[in-house]
């Protein structure tokens, strides 16, 4: 039987690039979604408003870990060969949508209701009024809990483990499999996960501290 040495945890750690490209695939996707998502929330038809409202609903009442199952093995049966690098980044990129679609509908509502009628007093289409007097303040309002919702996405790569997916936690698995030796092993891997977590929560506080300070000025 092998013990768990330096060797094993290179394997673990090797395994994290996997969980960062995961997650920079399902934050990036997810922003595209969440954008049209948060767009639609805010719309003037109510259209729209539904549609997006069907789907935050979707996504934020289901478990992120049955989303999986249901991508990895429906998509068969319904005919289409999918991978768990595919199903894994499907799942995260609607799951994060969902969520980054809801934080930003709240941000683009906080903006000042005058801004909204200074905007409309100037004749500016629904397009030129998002573009350019809505969303850069938006933009402002939701960095801080944008940076801190990464923190959830990392997270939740760790899912992907379910369906194969060899990312941190799987690696994990697959040590422990070989050593026996859980504490050690999920010791490892939980000090990865917040090697990667905490220095995003950080920034998070400390952009939200500064926007804090500018606002009281």
Known sequence: MRTF??????????AAKWTL???????????????LVALAR??????????AGGFI????????LLQLFLIFFGAPIL?????PW???????ILNS???????????????????WEAAQALSLSYVSRMRDVILPQAFKIAVPPTVGYGVQIIKGTSLAAIIGFTEITRAGQVINNATFQPLLVFS??????????????????????????????
């Open 188 to 217: 490892a891997v939980a000090a990865l996960y917040f090697a990667l977590c905490w220095p995003l929560s950080l920034l998070a506080a400390r952009i939200e501290r500064r926007q804090a300070a500018a606002h009281a000025r």
């Open 86 to 92: 595919l199903a894994a980044s499907a799942a995260l």
């Open 79 to 83: 005919g289409l060969q999918i991978n």
């Open 21 to 35: 490209a995961l997650s920079a695939i399902a934050f990036a996707g997810g922003a595209v979604v969440g954008l």
């Open 97 to 115: 949508g969902a969520f980054l679609g809801e934080i930003w509908r709240g941000c683009i509502q906080a903006i000042p209701r005058g801004q």
């Open 5 to 14: 040495g330096f060797s094993e945890f290179l394997f673990i750690l090797e």
């Open 57 to 64: 609903q979707v996504f934020q009442g289901t478990p992120l």
């Open 42 to 51: 805010t719309a003037e038809s109510p259209l729209p408003r539904a549609l």
